[in-house]
């Protein structure tokens, strides 16, 4: 024992005898590594991803996602389709080994393979380095998904016509008509022609009646008769209540010339 230097005593040999202030390591003698994970790093990456999230969800309010037009249960030539992001599960269903009597290959056993593999590539390849040509097996296998995906995705997409597809799902415009509802006409129309027509006359189901160039001989053949994808047979009054229909409809597009 030196001189003045006097005895320590601690509890547990692997515990300092100095105190030591609370400060992050210095990390100098490592290039590119010059600050602490905690709290220095994460808090950068907090920051980032907040104004991320803030910028997304204000364009999701400033652009919400369009709408397609309401559903036509008349329209057997309408092909539904799911998001972006589900296209290359839907492209899978059309092949002959995913479809049919192997539907559940398609929609069970085949992307229940897929990501369970991914979900184990962790598992085997532990290899210990970090870079793609020391961990091949797990990079295959991303590789492997990531190609397969992609492709199924242009796959469908490039067999749908997009422009013909947004034209005829245009969100319906709000009407700016104000309806007579005491019109003779509108309780045969509400009766007969509201559940595809909507309210205002402004299509839900079927097209708008606002804006349209038919003569009053016109509408009452297409209200019996049919047209496009109308059935015929839609309206089953009287003569006099045809009439009263038809005269209700051109008193709206009159108003709103």
């Not at 364009?59 to 092909?79: F, G, Q, V």
């Not at 053949?221 to 047979?233: F, Y």
């Amino acid at each position: 024992m030196h001189k003045g230097k006097g005895m320590k005593f601690v509890g547990d040999s692997r515990i300092s005898a100095e105190r030591k202030p609370n400060t992050s390591k210095d990390y100098s003698e490592y290039p590119g590594r010059t600050e602490a994970f905690w709290p220095n790093f994460l808090l950068k990456e907090w920051l980032a991803g907040s104004v991320f999230l803030v910028g997304f969800l204000s364009l999701t309010l400033a652009h919400p996602s369009p709408l397609e037009k309401m559903a036509d249960p008349t329209d057997a030539a309408y092909i539904p389709l799911p998001d972006w992001y589900f296209l290359f599960l839907y492209e899978l269903l059309k092949y002959e080994f995913a479809s049919g009597t192997y539907i559940i290959m398609g929609i069970l056993v085949l992307p229940g393979l897929a990501f369970g593999a991914l979900l184990l590539a962790p598992f085997l390849d532990k290899g210990p380095g970090r870079r793609p040509h020391q961990r091949p097996v797990a990079v295959a296998m991303m590789l492997l998904a990531l190609t397969s995906v992609i492709w199924l995705t242009y796959e469908s997409a490039a067999n749908v016509n997009w422009e013909q597809r947004a034209e005829a799902n245009k969100p319906v415009p709000a009407s700016n008509v104000e309806i007579d509802t005491e019109h003779p006409g509108y309780a045969i129309y509400e009766n007969s022609c509201l559940s595809c027509h909507g309210g205002e006359l402004e299509g839900t189901a079927g097209p708008s009646l606002v804006g349209i160039d038919y003569t009053p001989e016109e509408l009452a053949t297409i209200a019996t008769d049919g047209i496009g994808s109308m059935p015929p047979d839609q309206f089953t009054g009287s003569d006099e209540e045809l009439d009263q229909l038809v005269e209700f409809i051109i008193s709206v597009n009159e108003e709103a010339k």
